[in-house]
């Protein structure tokens, strides 16, 4: 007997409460609309959220197959001005719109509407000051501080297309990236701080600047001062002939600047994200859709209301950053939080030590951060008092039923709702999860799709889409992820490449935006994603996720995170190989090894106990926290001289303490 699967076990969790009387009766109304009146709809949705400088003439039009979706054609608007002008027209002037906590807890700001609009304003006017003109690329490489979100602001207010560079990136990276958008301008802090340590920012410009062709492209570096002292005529930096200093240029500008009239499909940001293949894309995103969809989610799936205080811990260099950290909370009008450490800086009770200090009712993270936590013990959430927080978020990769446990009943007391939200960077916002108060949960499912979202499970073998005649057994559907109808959030293009964009999102499947995601999808229509279709492993003819496996190494208190990857095997095909991080207080030893298998072996099945167990100080992370398996693919595959582009890594010196741990195992 093999033990079962997460989803094969898991329970309903009911809903919690009622809040705000939203119900699965609504859901059910509001789903079935948005797929019959599927424009009336995001119409309705687009003229009651957003504030429009002129309407639009047509909802949506355009087609997968050419890729050029456009969403409320004709329609005028400014993304800044409904996240931040409007909110203070209608008297909100003086609320937080903003709370920022530094490195150091006792370092933080609260920053009202009206100051924001004074602010932003004065950067936007900076801006154009130094030639910034609209429609040109603003590359931001800033650390997590106020001004990186309004740096973003300013450039949605005059026009500019932003492109967030994640300050952990190295200085290859960036170059690259500057150069892929032909970006003249870079807005940058001369140093940032995470974990009590200084990132020397500016220099890593520095370094970019001077690779590839960037010398040529870049016009002008601004440079924000991490601890500005207005009294200081000289810059705490090494000037460079291109570097301007942003603090004392922009305390000198008009405290107002008119947002600029932007058509609904003007270019908003570029987003750089890795494909699983060559090098990275640079996704765009468009004004008015992104900005509906951003709004629309963060308000249904975290419940937003008067008077939240809504935290996402994410960094503004990814997607989440994006929508759940600057626009959405400040398109609702609500008081978004901004952080700029570690969960586990100066201890591992900073983020439930935030909670109460700052009174957080909505709280965001990654599954990969809630197992670091969990590793320190339950003693440290509940030194807290978190009773302030309704809904805890997360999202970036599956969350294996144990740490949705530990988040659920550790840190929620059983009270919160978990909202598990699969998206990507592609999406704009939140596609398939539970909403609170609505749907009942189960652990490690993202539950059931957004209204306006037609998610359809594929076939992998001939892309049909799946019906009940394809259920299994226990009527469950296995197949890939896709989307059969456009969504204002959905990325509109790679930067200068389309066909890039047709290849890899719409030709695999016609007529669908294919996900890259492996999905099953249960007898109760909730969907359980299982990985990326190239993290799926086949061993004998079994089709193993790698997820279910990692689940059930870390279900084993011995690891902390563990991942897996397929090894090429003669009979097998493929055989599983796993990395694993142990808790502290553990040590590898051959019993430790055979209980690991063992944990496989009941957690999953024996055809997908691992061949081999890596025991690793660490695991190959990109530095938002997803292991990069691409990598542990080919030490496996005894490819190690291949490995491609290592520089997301957030420590690639890893790389060889795991060839050579692999190498002893053979
Ligand atoms: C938002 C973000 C996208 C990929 C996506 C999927 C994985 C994200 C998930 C999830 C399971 C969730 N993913 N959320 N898998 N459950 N709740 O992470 O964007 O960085 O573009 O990554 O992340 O594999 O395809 P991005």
Known sequence: MTNPMPHEVAKLVPAKGNINGNTMDAYKKDYETSMEKNDEFWSAKATEILDWMSPFTKVCQGSFERGDIAWFVGGKLNLCYNAIDRHVLNGKGDQVGMIWEGDEPNDTRQITYQEMLNEV??????????????????????????????TMLACARMGAVHSVVFAGFSSEALAQRVSAAQSKFVVTADKGKRGGKDIPLKKIVHDAINKMDCQEIVEKVLVWERFYDPASTEAPFEMDPK????????????????????????????LYTSGSTGKPKGLVHTTGGYSLYAAYTTKTTFDINEGDIFACVADCGW??????????????GSTTFLFESTPVYPDPGRYWDMIQRHKITQFYTAPTAIRLLMRYGDEIPSKYDVSCVRVLGTVGEPINPEAWRWYYEVVGKEKCTIVDTYWQTETGGHIITNLPGVTDMKPGSCTLPVPGIDAVVLSAIDGHPLTDADKDENG??????????????????????????????????????????????????????????????????????????????????????????????????????????????????????????????????????????????????TRSGKIMRRILRKIVSNEADSLGDTSTLADPSIVDTLIAKFAELK
């Open 121 to 150: 304003s004065q950067i936007t006017n900076a801006l154009k000051s130094q030639g910034v003109r609209k429609g040109d690329v603003v590359t931001i490489y800033m650390p997590m501080i106020p001004e990186l979100a309004f």
């Open 319 to 332: 997607i989440t950053g994006h929508t759940y950290v600057v626009y959405g909370p400040l398109l609702l």
């Open 476 to 621: 469950n559907l296995e197949g890939v992820m896709a989307i059969r109808r456009p969504w204002p959030g959905m990325a509109r293009t790679c930067l200068g490449d389309h066909e890039r964009y047709l290849t890899t999102y719409f030709k695999p499947y016609p007529g669908y935006y294919f996900t890259g995601d492996s999905v099953l999808k249960d007898k109760d229509g909730y969907h359980w994603i299982i990985g990326r279709v190239d993290d799926v492993i086949n061993v004998s003819g079994h089709r193993i996720g790698t997820a279910e496996v990692e689940s059930a190494l870390v279900a084993h208190p011995a690891v902390a995170q563990a991942a897996v990857v397929g090894e090429p095997h003669d009979i097998k095909g493929q055989s599983i190989c796993a990395f694993c991080m142990l808790t502290v207080g553990y040590d590898e030893s051959p019993e430790l090894l055979k209980e690991l298998k063992m944990a496989v072996r009941t957690g999953v099945g024996a055809f997908a106990s691992p061949d081999h167990i890596v025991i690793s100080p660490s695991l190959p992370m």
């Open 243 to 270: 570097d301007v200093r942003m603090n004392p240029l922009v305390a000198v500008q008009r405290p107002y600047c008119p947002p600029e009239v932007m058509d609904a499909e003007d270019n908003l940001f570029l």
